[in-house]
């Protein structure tokens, strides 16, 4: 979905090679080094863009966790949770959602509802289930990743911010424009206090443009809009699409307040970027393409 309407990535990073196994283990020293192995392939391979190695990484170590299942399936939720993410990066979101689904449900039931790996977990269903059109869902699972963030980060910490911003963003697919307002400037004020140009800065200040725009608003819009657009020409890392739709709306802000020229020109920009090269993919869990910052990991299922 677009990064506007962006849920993002949460799932946690590799794990350090420090991560020692619980002695109830069913897997020897050599199958856990086999599957770090391919869970930190599959992470490197999804850092460059590349979903098809990452898929094939993720899938064989998928075949090493599945041999303590019945020990311990937490290394198991772990994976399914790496390759659901992958196959959503895809398209592939029918796939992703059974493996999403069931890494929840195991989640769930070994750290208790309010943990960590739990709200990252729904975050990638969160994700699928808005792929799918399951919009009530989505909010469902969000309204929930949020209170976790809270409780476990703070209310004022930058990951907290960044899951309010996606449930304000789905609450703006839903056209609940009060409850998303509300939201989108309780994110902004997380994330300018956090320095200036955020990266999280940006989905709230598009997010209440947007709004703006839609109830006439043009002075706010503009506003806000034109922060946004000097984060850009300040260097900020947007795709080109997200940033190009900004500059389309402020496009249409300049219409509709009579200054063609200027119009003229951030269509122009807008019609640049789309015509020249993709950034570097990014799978960091700040900012414009993550959410949930992951806790430390003391072992190796303990996310």
Request: a neutral charge; proline letters at 6%.
């Amino acid at each position: 979905m677009r990064r506007y309407f962006g849920l993002l990535l949460i799932i946690a990073p590799p794990l350090s090679a420090s991560a020692q196994a619980p002695a109830t283990a069913k897997l020897t020293h050599n199958q856990f080094s086999d599957w770090f192995f391919n869970n930190n392939a599959g992470w490197k391979a999804l850092g460059l863009n590349q979903l098809d190695k990452a898929e094939y990484y993720f899938r064989k170590a998928i075949d090493v966790a599945r041999l303590e299942l019945d020990a311990d399936p937490r290394l198991l939720a772990r994976s399914y949770g790496d390759l659901a993410w992958v196959l959503h990066r895809e398209g592939r979101d029918s796939e992703a959602e059974p493996l999403a689904r069931w890494a929840l449900t195991v989640r769930e039931k070994m750290f208790g509802v309010e943990k960590m790996p739990v709200a990252q977990t729904m975050y990638t269903l969160a994700s699928i289930e808005v792929k799918l059109g399951q919009i009530e869902e989505a909010e469902m699972l969000l309204t929930r990743t949020l209170a976790v963030c809270r409780s476990n980060l703070g209310p004022d910490a930058l990951g907290t911010g960044d899951a309010i911003n996606d449930l304000a963003t789905v609450y703006m697919m839903q056209r609940k424009y009060d409850k998303a307002q509300l939201l989108y400037s309780k994110a902004l004020g997380i994330f300018a206090a956090a320095g200036v140009d955020h990266p999280g800065m940006i989905v709230p200040l598009d997010g209440l443009a947007t709004i703006e725009l839609a109830e006439g608003r043009l002075a706010e819009a503009e506003d806000h809009l034109g922060k946004v657009v000097a984060m850009i020409k300040r260097g900020s890392t947007l795709a080109p699409g997200f940033a190009a739709r900004v500059l389309v709306r402020q496009a249409e802000v300049y219409r509709k307040t009579d200054r063609p020229e200027q119009a003229a020109k951030a269509e122009a920009d807008a019609k640049a970027l789309l015509e020249g090269p993709e950034p570097p993919a990014r799978t960091s869990p700040n900012g414009p393409t993550g959410a949930v910052n992951a806790p430390k990991i003391p072992d190796r299922r303990s996310d």
